[in-house]
């Protein structure tokens, strides 16, 4: 892995914890530096500052400035309109709500990369992983931030490993997808023929959308 790529200077220049906190900077610029020329479409799940107008989208910016050519879309279930400028735009709205997000997808007209750092409820990342997912562009990368929330009681989390309502749980048992020829009798589903492969870091899940080969 390359270490203190530009994309991890570009979140030090804006003050996104994407790097100097989580340390995801690195990782993302791995899989996403194939992209950064290309006229992409991003969404990103959250956009900070809670409910203050006028705070977060520190990693907007920081989206923008790595895609110069890209066009970074998010939402939040705040009004973040104020921070809105060329390349950037902000939809009032909840990551749960398959309707809100079929209604983002069609305004945005295309859709190559998620970043979930929303409300890390795992009912929550679930839901929009279900609905976003099949959206992505057939090529598309999709990332949950923040996944230590998967063992959080407040968050829907839970100790039990077998608990497929949490959000690593859930990502764990499609892992099994992957190898579904070989095991007899797996229910096979679109997430089953459409994930190339899935790496897990700490604290975060990195998905690729693509027909396994």
């Given at each position: 892995m390359i270490k203190n790529t530009i994309l991890s200077s570009l979140a030090t220049q804006h003050g996104t914890d994407k790097w100097n906190h989580h340390y995801y900077?690195?990782?993302?610029?791995?899989?996403?530096?194939?992209?950064?020329?290309?006229?992409?479409?991003?969404?990103?799940?959250?956009?900070?500052?809670?409910?203050?107008p006028d705070r977060g989208g520190q990693s907007l910016k920081m989206w923008k400035d790595y895609f110069p050519h890209g066009?970074?879309?998010?939402?939040d279930i705040y009004d973040k309109s104020k921070l809105q400028e060329d390349r950037?735009?902000?939809?009032?709205?909840?990551?749960?709500?398959?309707?809100?997000?079929?209604?983002?997808?069609?305004?945005?007209?295309?859709?190559?990369?998620?970043v979930d750092d929303g409300s890390h409820k795992c009912s929550d990342v679930i839901a929009s992983f279900q609905k976003l997912f099949p959206l992505l562009d057939e090529?598309?990368?999709?990332?949950?931030?923040?996944?230590?929330?998967?063992?959080?009681?407040?968050?829907?989390?839970?100790?039990d490993l077998n608990n497929p309502c949490t959000t690593k749980n859930f990502f764990i048992s499609l892992l099994h997808g992957l190898d579904h020829i070989t095991i007899p009798n797996f229910p096979v589903s679109?997430?089953?023929?459409?994930?190339?492969?899935?790496?897990?870091?700490?604290?975060?899940?990195?998905v690729q959308k693509g027909e396994p080969k």
């Open positions: 900077t690195d990782i993302y610029h791995h899989y996403l530096q194939h992209l950064k020329n290309s006229s992409i479409k991003l969404l990103e799940i959250g956009v900070g500052g809670y409910e203050y066009q970074i879309w998010a939402i950037i735009a902000i939809l009032q709205g909840s990551q749960n709500d398959a309707d809100f997000l079929q209604e983002v997808f069609n305004r945005m007209g295309g859709l190559h990369v998620v090529n598309g990368i999709y990332i949950i931030e923040d996944t230590e929330t998967s063992y959080w009681e407040s968050y829907g989390g839970s100790f679109y997430f089953t023929k459409n994930i190339k492969g899935m790496s897990f870091y700490r604290n975060l899940i990195i």
